[in-house]
């Protein structure tokens, strides 16, 4: 293989043809077998090798050589060093570890500039602002199985935030699955023999070896960080599998982001069952925080939702939305400071005014106890405390009750403000290393390194004008580069009049440059004052990050309160917004909603149209709903905003209603659309029957079933029999009867009213003016006796004749059915089925109609479109 006109091989260590930059670049690549490695060589960092041809074609840049030895050359890419973040986005987007390997000093050792790996970054170990969310955290987590129970733990490095929970239920994997549904972490930790969890989800799975899950590994791992003699403290001394997932992290923290442990001081225990539970199915058919179509934020709940004012506010926010409430209390009393928000709407501007220069002091302050962070993080860590006293003060004078109780809870720093002020310049830099951080006053040697450099500055700005008056030369001029320093230069024609005390420091094609032995020592003077300032002011910065670090619980614990504050202030802001409702929450099994909406659709829709509200009760005699109706008269919205209300009065929020008295859920369920796994080999069927057998192996008398058009997948009886049957076990299974919405086009099942005493029928009216069909959208008691699919069909866009034989179609089968002709449209006539005389006339002519049921005349239907099939049309 032969790339830009070399041969290409591989170099190994050892080999005599190794240059000392390849061996080194080999033994530092043996370190790290499985992670792409970024070399840094001056301005760049280079891929070599296999690294080089993954690189090439994941960041789309030209796969060039580079010689080893004579003639022989090895595969290279290379990315500028200043446009690292982006490409290392794009790596880290789509699953690759990265190592990123430094020059360490710029002195070489025996010829070669020492190189080491400062950090390896993978998608759950990013600290970068550039590659990370604002709105949303960036997990790592680890999942443990041993039969069927399960420990997992996950971790936000970029806010500290580190939990772990251990499952002993037989559905422990399920369990399992639905958490990191919950959580989307950015990179998941199993072991090198575990089963695959969740392909659906597209998780970036990293394999760890079998012996790192090692109980004895793991408890080490965590006594040794937290510097502990006991785990018990963390709730983990009976949760050993618990253990193993969060010390498995710990070890692998150690190892890809040693910063990052400084962030973990301790790890909380939490069990699911404290929180609604919501399984994958449920929030992509809510589309609760994404699109089922395309996955964006955008027109989900929550991006209708959140209108949170600061990025930790918008984290927790999304929290909440993953996690609804179960005890009352607690939902009564978030609900108390969001009404307290949407009250007062004067107050609610001015504190979400006051929030928005807090920005992530979150990340902020954990990017300084990571030490990555810059003097401009430091800068808008200063901006937030210098907002404490105008929010507290506003809190405390003019908010009414719970939200008068933050302004206790914001407790100030004012002697690290103090020093902040005193520190800091007023607009820090971006990065450490070009000076201009520290600002006069603050330090007297730095003041005095400063202040002797002024004075050789000043001369150097003046020697260009003086020495143009002295020598006469017009076109002289003063500058300066990196390679020679400070230099005059000359145009060529005048450099024959240049002074004797000028020495020739280089030829240019128009000019020559030239230097004094004046100008190299102020030059001396100016760059070594540089390199102390910037030596200084870099050991300066790190004494201030210091002293932020010695202030991180309370400013942690702060920025714990502004998200929360933030996150009530916007369910306020939204419950002002659209119009929500108080819903009375209680323990009682009751649901009754007047007046609800879909907030999504309603939002959606143009200038003009109007969502139409809907009632729900569901009382004793009315648990199971059988709800028929047309095809896109909005069953299946009606029946996603009643989950939605359900699910939102347990977050604590308001609900698109008029009114609603809600008792606790303990699940949603949903079964909603049609969706195939081919990665798995399953049918769009057999995801519906899997989804459907979920439910009712775990589905208690307190949950919410939201189930629509279960059996279309299959055939027509096989559907309709497996509706019956489902809706039958919702109803008859001691224990269970749960609150249940079953929207269906199968008409028969409305006879269930009749058998069964929890089930009620009610359908969405249509209305039929001079052959037109519209929808009105209104749910009423009653079932319906047509879809009007051939009408929705119509809507759509299907070619008249389609239509037209479509409709022919139906009123022959609706003949058969034992219902009677349908009217056609005028000018359409009914063809001919049959030509001539057929001994099926006869079979037909036979049929007793009046004793036929509809199930007996859909075989027979379907017995005769056998036969002819078979034999061929018109050969009976």
């Known amino acids: 293989m032969l790339i830009a006109g070399f041969r290409i091989a591989v170099v190994k260590t050892g080999d005599d043809k190794a240059s000392p930059v390849r061996a080194q670049y080999l ?8 992670t792409l490695v970024l070399f840094r060589l001056g301005d760049f960092y280079e891929a070599f090798d296999a690294d080089a041809e993954l690189a090439a074609r994941e960041l789309d840049i030209v796969l060039t050589a580079r010689p080893v030895s004579k003639g022989v050359a090895v595969p290279m890419a290379g990315i500028p060093y200043h446009a690292l973040e982006g490409y290392l986005a794009v790596l880290i987007g789509r699953g690759h570890r990265v190592a990123i390997c430094e020059q360490i000093g710029s002195v070489p050792v025996n010829g070669l500039v020492p190189r080491e790996v400062v950090r390896v970054v993978t998608p759950g170990t990013v600290v970068e602002t550039g590659l990370l969310e604002d709105a949303r955290n960036n997990y790592l987590a680890c999942c443990v199985f041993d ?5 997992f733990a996950f971790v936000d490095i970029t806010t500290g935030e580190f939990k772990a929970a251990e499952f002993r239920t037989p559905d422990s994997f399920q369990v399992v699955a639905r958490e990191l549904a919950r959580i989307r972490p950015a990179e998941v930790l199993l072991a090198e023999e575990a089963a695959q969890i969740a392909p659906e989800m597209g998780l970036h799975i990293q394999r760890v070896p079998a012996w790192k899950f090692e109980l004895g590994i793991c408890r080490e791992n965590l006594i040794g960080h937290f510097q502990v003699a006991t785990l018990a403290g963390f709730g983990l001394a009976d949760a050993p599998l618990a253990l193993r997932a969060a010390g498995v992290i710990v070890g692998y923290l150690r190892e890809m982001q040693p910063p990052a442990l400084r962030l973990l001081t301790g790890v909380a225990v939490y069990h699911p069952g404290t929180f609604m539970q919501l399984d994958a199915s449920t929030r992509r058919n809510l589309e609760l925080t994404e699109t089922i179509r395309g996955g964006s934020v955008r027109g989900s709940l929550l991006g209708l939702l959140d209108c949170t004012v600061t990025p930790m506010g918008a984290r927790l926010f999304r929290q909440w939305f993953q996690l609804p409430l179960l005890d009352v209390d607690q939902i009564c009393s978030r609900q108390a400071g969001v009404w307290a928000g949407r009250s007062d709407g004067v107050l609610r501007a001015n504190a979400r005014k006051c929030l928005k220069i807090f920005g992530d002091l979150e990340r902020l302050v954990n990017r300084v106890l990571g030490g990555t962070a810059t003097p401009r993080d430091v800068g808008a860590i200063r901006s937030a405390l210098r907002g404490l006293p105008a929010l507290r003060q506003l809190l405390s004078a003019d908010a009414p009750e719970p939200l008068n109780a933050f302004a206790a809870r914001l407790a100030g720093t004012p002697e690290l403000l103090a020093v902040l002020e005193s520190a800091l310049v007023p607009e820090p830099p971006a990065g450490a290393g070009s000076g201009g951080i520290v600002a006069a006053g603050w330090s007297a040697e730095l003041d005095g390194i400063v202040e002797s450099s002024r004075a050789a500055r000043e001369w150097i700005a003046g020697l260009e004008p003086s020495e143009r008056q002295r020598t006469g030369i017009r076109t002289l001029r003063v500058g300066f580069n990196r390679v020679f320093g400070y230099y005059i230069e000359i145009s060529r024609a005048a450099a024959v009049q240049a002074p004797e005390n000028y020495v020739r420091k280089q030829t240019l094609v128009n000019a020559e440059r030239f230097i004094t032995q004046e ?15 910037n030596t200084l002011e870099q050991r300066l910065f790190v004494e201030v990050c210091e ?22 202030l916007a369910l306020g802001e939204v419950a002002s917004r659209h119009n929500f409702a108080r819903p009375q929450v209680v323990v009682d099994d009751v649901l009754e909603l007047r007046g609800c909406w879909h907030p999504v659709v309603a939002d959606m829709l143009s200038d003009g149209q109007r969502f139409v509200p809907n009632d729900c009760s569901m009382p004793e005699a009315e648990r199971i709903w059988v709800l028929t109706g047309p095809n896109m008269s909005g069953k299946s919205t009606f029946l996603r905003q009643v989950a939605l209300c359900v699910l939102l009065a347990q977050v604590g929020s308001g609900v698109p209603a008029a009114s609603a008295r809600i008792g606790v859920v303990d699940r949603i369920f949903t079964r909603i659309g049609a969706q195939d796994e081919i990665y798995s080999g399953q049918s769009t069927f057999m995801v519906e029957m899997v989804e459907t057998a979920n439910i009712l192996q775990h589905a208690t008398a307190r949950s919410l079933l939201v189930l629509d058009e279960v059996g279309r997948g299959t055939s027509t009886y096989d559907g309709l029999s497996l509706a019956w049957a489902i809706l039958e076990f919702v109803h008859n299974r001691p224990g269970l009867r749960a609150k249940t919405l ?20 009610y359908n969405v009216r ?40 479509a409709q022919e179609i139906l009123s022959a089968l609706e003949l058969a059915a034992g219902r009677g002709p349908a009217p056609l449209p005028a000018g359409v006539r009914q063809m001919s089925m049959f030509s001539g005389h057929s001994p099926l006339l006869d079979e037909i002519d036979a049929l007793d109609l009046a004793a036929t049921s509809p199930l007996q005349a859909l075989n027979i239907l379907s017995e005769l479109q056998r036969r002819l099939k078979a034999a061929g049309a018109g050969k009976f």
Not at 147 to 151: I, S
Not at 742 to 761: C, G, K, P, R
């Open 27 to 34: 033994r530092i690549k043996r370190q790290y077998p499985d």
């Open 147 to 151: 039969g069927t129970q399960a420990g």
């Open 519 to 533: 100008l190299k020592e102020y030059e001396t003077l100016v760059l070594n004052a540089e390199e102390q300032i």
């Open 547 to 568: 002293r932020i670090a010695a202030e991180a619980p309370q400013l942690l614990l702060t920025a714990q309160v502004l998200a929360e504050l933030d996150a009530l």
């Open 742 to 761: 079953f929207a269906t086009h199968y008409h028969e099942l409305t006879q269930l009213s009749e058998q069964l005493e929890a089930v009620a029928n």
């Open 766 to 805: 249509v209305s039929e003016e001079r052959g037109e069909v519209v929808f009105t959208h209104t749910i009423a008691a009653g079932g319906a006796d047509r879809s009007y699919g051939i009408h929705v069909a119509q809507l759509a866009g299907i070619p008249r004749l389609v239509i037209q034989r």
